[in-house]
């Protein structure tokens, strides 16, 4: 039976929806086409509108990945990298049915198959790290918004969502109130938004975990400010591990390899971004500048390291020599101060084995907020199924991208993970709204 549409009708505008997205960035974009391609595949007609709280629609995938956006990873399909994430299980499930819903024969990837379609070119870096070819954040919406467009997806913006009721009967529609007083009304509902507009929606009787920034610097102890300041704006490559006191014993957490870059409150860089996802306040990073695999490695290399210079000078160096060649004049400055050690003096190995390779810097909690790139909290993955995305007790309810408490490391993991259940969302909904039409019709008088 042809869905009867109901109506609503409110300055001129039909705020009236088959789909209803809250949210148009990255995860409500692809939920958006999905649901408008399955309509299109099953020959039905979709009214599927992306209600979007700024001024335009796509805005967060501009930052992303320092405007380049690293739009997703060539691991997270091999499989082990998808532990990665929090709450790994929900996310296994999701990719999963994702390769179930989306069977492609050319690729293992739904998500790559899902840009290679809209007509992305792209090319693969180091850790399998996934770029659009331009290098450019914009090319990766503007093929995004094409395909919307020619899929008949509507675009309503600087309209902020304040609240979704659930339908009082099966056969009602939901309502989604505006912060400005005024209403939509949609057979299904896809929440899209960010973690911390989440917090700010009424959802049908459930209340997301409380959010949180997360992926971004980290700060140091008030004690430990006074190095990381004099060594402001210089980058290194290092090992940094995290640590954590349990029961007066150090526990290590995890180590990441990368760039690490010194700032006045404490330390910044992708590595320690992923630290950023375990860290809590009084943990330790341990840094080894010397980024020689463990410190078995880095132990030997300094002896070695000093044996030849011995030989080379005819005596044993002084600290200054030791350093130059091996790190920058400040970052020797620096360390050796906060050792104690004077740069004119002989160098002693095992003291130098301490300043290079456990550098250890007290967390105080995470650093400026503004430059984090994933908000950590939302809805409990388990009130979702994870093949649908759909609430297991609202039918036509569903939730994607960040407002699950769902997140992963840097490297295109969280863009990845929008991509995924924006997609399973948008099918599942589809699908949801098709079944509804056919078993009843949906009707809705023009009043309060």
């Known amino acids: 039976m042809k869905q009867e549409r109901f109506s609503f009708i409110i300055s001129g505008m039909n705020t009236t929806c088959d789909i209803a997205i809250v949210g148009a960035g990255a995860a409500g974009l692809a939920a958006a086409i999905s649901a408008a391609q399955a309509a299109r595949k099953a020959e039905a007609q979709?009214?599927?509108v992306m209600l979007e709280a700024s001024d335009r629609v796509g805005r967060s995938i501009l930052k992303t990945g320092n405007g380049r956006c690293n739009f997703s990873n060539a691991d997270i399909a091999e499989g082990p990298a998808v532990a990665n994430y929090r709450n790994a299980g929900f996310v296994w499930a999701a990719f999963e049915a994702l390769n179930r819903a989306f069977p492609e024969p050319d690729f293992n990837d739904p998500v790559l198959a899902f840009f290679e379609d809209a007509g992305l070119e792209w090319r693969q870096e180091d850790d399998g790290r996934?770029?659009?070819?331009?290098?450019?954040?914009s090319t990766v919406l503007d093929v995004l918004r094409a395909e919307a467009a020619r899929l008949g997806v509507e675009e309503v913006c600087d309209t902020r969502v304040a609240a979704i009721e659930a339908p009082v009967d099966p056969d009602k529609p939901f309502t989604l109130r505006l912060a400005d007083g005024?209403?939509?009304?949609?057979?299904?509902?896809?929440v899209a938004c960010g973690g911390a507009a989440v917090e700010h929606i009424e959802l049908a009787n459930m209340r997301p975990e409380a959010v949180q920034p997360i992926l971004g610097p980290l700060a140091v102890a008030s004690a430990d400010q006074a190095f990381t300041r004099e060594l402001?704006?210089?980058?290194?490559?290092?090992?940094?591990?995290?640590?954590?006191?349990?029961?007066?014993?150090?526990i290590h957490k995890h180590t990441e390899s990368g760039e690490l870059l010194f700032r006045p409150y404490g330390v910044s860089g992708i590595c320690v971004f992923n630290l950023s996802r375990l860290a809590q306040a009084g943990d330790y990073v341990q840094i080894n500048f010397l980024q020689m695999g463990d410190l078995d490695h880095s132990h030997d290399y300094l002896k070695s390291r000093f044996a030849g210079l011995t030989e080379h000078l005819g005596q044993a160096p002084t600290y200054e020599q030791f350093m130059r060649g091996l790190?920058?004049?400040?970052?020797?400055?620096?360390?050796?101060?906060?050792?104690?050690?004077?740069?004119?003096d002989t160098a002693d190995v095992e003291k130098l084995f301490q300043i290079l390779c456990l550098c250890s810097l007290e967390v105080a909690g995470m650093g400026?907020?503004?430059?984090?790139?994933?908000?950590?909290?939302?809805?409990?993955?388990?009130?979702?199924?994870?093949?649908?995305?759909?609430s297991r007790v609202q039918p036509?309810?569903?939730v994607a991208g960040e407002a699950l408490d769902v997140d992963g490391p840097c490297g295109g993991y969280n863009l990845h993970w929008a991509w995924a259940s924006g997609l399973l969302a948008g099918h599942a909904a589809q699908a949801y709204v098709n079944a509804l039409s056919s078993s009843q019709t949906l009707s809705h008088v023009g009043t309060e």
């Open 46 to 48: 979709l009214r599927v």
């Open 130 to 137: 996934r770029y659009p070819l331009s290098n450019k954040a």
């Open 182 to 190: 005024q209403f939509w009304r949609a057979a299904a509902v896809i």
């Open 232 to 250: 402001d704006n210089i980058r290194v490559r290092c090992c940094v591990s995290l640590f954590r006191d349990e029961a007066g014993e150090l």
């Open 327 to 344: 790190v920058v004049p400040r970052l020797t400055d620096a360390v050796l101060k906060r050792a104690g050690c004077n740069a004119q």
């Open 368 to 390: 400026p907020t503004d430059v984090c790139q994933v908000q950590r909290g939302g809805y409990a993955p388990n009130q979702f199924d994870a093949a649908t995305m759909q």
């Open 396 to 398: 036509g309810l569903y």
